[in-house]
């Protein structure tokens, strides 16, 4: 078996690592609602955006086979992370521990809120990194931006629409849903265009540095095909 395709970089190991750190701390962050201007939104905008950014990176440098073991090992840290805190906050505090409410507000995510977060980053993160992989095909490696920009674009809505109609479909009003869901989407792509030129130049470092450049020609872009 070729060496190669069984081991990872160094550079890929820390993305890794990065990317699900980058999710634990959505969760967490998310449960503080902030104000940007007239905009409520939960303060998870501040990091989760940043998971999209590594998806388009690892997505480009090493392809689509590396995205999907990206996001899967993302997604299992995650969980581990989310089914520890339920644990630990479902067992009584010791009878000096007066914080189980804080506790429970920051790490007792609700069974409901996780089961929408998680198949919407599924949803989200493998649209985000087929849309990405499919576009530079098509372009021969051009246009970057376009193709980091609208993959997000497309990415974060079905995030967005699979994630607030099955968390809080009954719990806010119906009406303000779509509005609430299309913030989302226009606040997380206006920061990946912020952040763009630092994208673009930290994809043509890792690309040098790792003399990789992966066009996915017959790849299987099956979910499961680990």
């Known amino acids: 078996m070729d060496k190669k395709t069984t081991q990872v970089s160094v550079l890929f190991m820390l993305f890794s690592i990065l990317f699900a750190v980058c999710l634990i701390l959505a969760n967490l962050l998310g449960t503080k609602q902030i104000a940007l201007g007239p905009i409520s939104v939960t303060g998870g905008l501040i ?26 090992t993302g997604f299992l840290m995650n969980f581990f992370f989310v089914a520890v805190c339920g644990i630990c906050d479902a067992i009584p505090g010791a009878p000096w ?33 087929f849309v990405m992989s499919r576009m530079k095909v098509m372009s021969k490696g051009k246009r970057f931006s376009a193709r980091a920009i609208t993959s997000t674009v497309l990415g974060e809505s079905a995030d967005s629409l699979i994630f607030f109609p099955l968390a809080f479909y009954g719990v806010i009003p119906t009406a303000a849903l779509p509005e609430l869901m299309l913030w989302q989407v226009i606040l997380k792509t206006a920061y990946e265009i912020v952040v763009l030129p630092l994208t673009i130049r930290v994809v043509k470092w890792v690309k040098r540095h790792e003399k990789e450049d992966v066009y996915d020609v017959d790849v299987n872009y099956s979910i499961f095909n680990l």
Do not use: M, Q
């Open 47 to 72: 990091i989760f955006p940043v998971s999209y950014i590594i998806n388009d990176c690892v997505c480009e440098v090493w392809g689509y086979s590396k995205a999907r073991l990206l996001i899967w």
């Open 97 to 129: 521990w007066d914080n189980d409410a804080g506790f429970h507000a920051i790490f007792g995510l609700a069974p409901r809120i996780a089961l929408a977060s998680f198949a919407a980053f599924l949803a989200g993160s493998f649209i985000n990194a």
